[in-house]
């Protein structure tokens, strides 16, 4: 069975700092991967997604994610956060061939004004 | 526009009633997903679906049930609610697309508390 090991469960950054979370997961075959965002009071949204092809996936609101196959991760970054990123980010996994999206425990953001 | 749609959003309840969580999709997906959430924690898979009249258990065991009669339509019912049901629940739907069945978009939740 997969699982997904999201590192930091809350982070603070202030507006303009440079972000990047982490997200490890654990399965040795062909994998989708994806990054969910939680703005407060909001529905889940989804960010960016991998399914093949350049490792480097670019999302929205200048998000971007790299998937290092040798590493099992999927890092989220973004140069320079602002205030409405404030939100819960979750990291998600699903064998290609698989029925069962698993998710990572979350990060919950804050970025100070 | 197609979207995905949960009603009630907030409900309060006394031990013992039974509810019904609605969760409703016009994006013409086939399967279909309940995940629990507790606060700040991760998304459990308690429930899915393929299509009309395919109902599965998810990796957390969840005295609710599912039921799948129509495309669209993807009710949970808990027989008598109780403290410990007290949770967001998620619903969730995918489809075939160019690329994938696996892209899965949520509903805005529905959070249970059971007094």
């Known amino acids: 069975a997969q699982s997904v090991s999201q590192h930091n469960h809350h982070v603070i950054l202030s507006e303009a700092a440079s972000l990047e979370l982490g997200c490890n997961y654990s399965y040795g075959g062909t994998v989708n991967l994806f990054w969910y965002v939680q703005y407060p009071g909001q529905h889940l949204q989804l960010l960016l997604k991998?399914?093949?092809?350049?490792?480097l996936v670019k999302g929205i609101k200048g998000f971007e994610a790299e998937f290092i196959k040798s590493k099992f991760s999927f890092n989220l970054r973004k140069p320079s956060v602002q205030w409405s990123d404030t939100a819960e980010y979750f990291c998600a996994v699903i064998a290609a061939a698989g029925n069962m999206l698993t998710f990572g425990g979350g990060t919950r953001l804050m970025v100070k004004p | 526009e197609a979207d995905i749609y949960q009603t009630p959003r907030y409900l309060v309840i006394g031990t013992g009633k039974k509810i019904t969580l609605e969760c409703s999709q016009t994006m013409g997906h086939d399967k279909m997903y309940w995940y629990q959430q507790d606060p700040g924690m991760e998304l459990h898979l308690i429930h899915y679906?393929?299509?009309?009249?395919?109902?599965e258990k998810g990796d957390l065991s969840s005295e609710s049930t599912v039921s799948r009669i129509r495309t669209e339509h993807f009710p949970l019912t808990l027989e008598s609610a109780r403290p410990s049901h007290t949770s967001q629940y998620l619903c969730?739907?995918?489809?075939?697309?160019?690329?994938?069945?696996?892209?899965?978009?949520f509903g805005p939740g529905t959070r249970l508390t059971v007094l």
């Open positions: 991998y399914f093949s092809g350049d490792p």
């Open positions: 969730a739907s995918s489809g075939q697309t160019s690329r994938s069945y696996n892209e899965q978009f």
């Open positions: 679906s393929y299509g009309v009249n395919s109902t």
